[in-house]
């Protein structure tokens, strides 16, 4: 819950500093009012496409509401220490498993894309309730079998597997079996 804490309160900061209001700001996101309640408050767990509507809507990009600071020059992550900087609920009315997300890059100033290792639970996603934002994805699967879910398609990808897609089709990924998996993900938001 101190992940989301964090974030919610970024949310709260970002947007008191642009002098807007939760209604205002979920107008703006095409987020519902009680979304930008929940996720300010820490009581949501974090989707990934709202907090994307959410920042292009404050005027930043995802890493401000993930990382702690940011630095010039290049970031190097050492294997085994790239912390948890969040967990993710597959959308944000799955009630199901996590999905929780380590930043390769974190404290990387003025980066266009956001490289993670993701560990999937199994139940995470639900199929009746895709996402899509603006941009793309890569995903690269090192562990496990996963299934995206892109468009009116099913992909089922195991170890060594890629996948990459434009993220404003529906689309969803979750493990494809009843164990965890573990993928690299590069997501790609237009500022």
Known sequence: MANDDRIG???TTLREALGITRDELAERSGCEVVVIEE?????LAPSLAPLIKITRALGCRLGTLLDDESQLGPIITRAGLADVVARFK???TDTSGQLAFHSLAAGKASKHMEPFMITIQPGAGAASDLSTHEGEEFIYVLEGTVEVEYGKETHMLTSGDSIYYDSIVPHEVRAGSGAPARILAVVYAPF
């Open 39 to 43: 996720l300010e408050s820490g009581a």
């Open 90 to 92: 597959g959308t944000a």
């Open 9 to 11: 309160i970024k949310i």
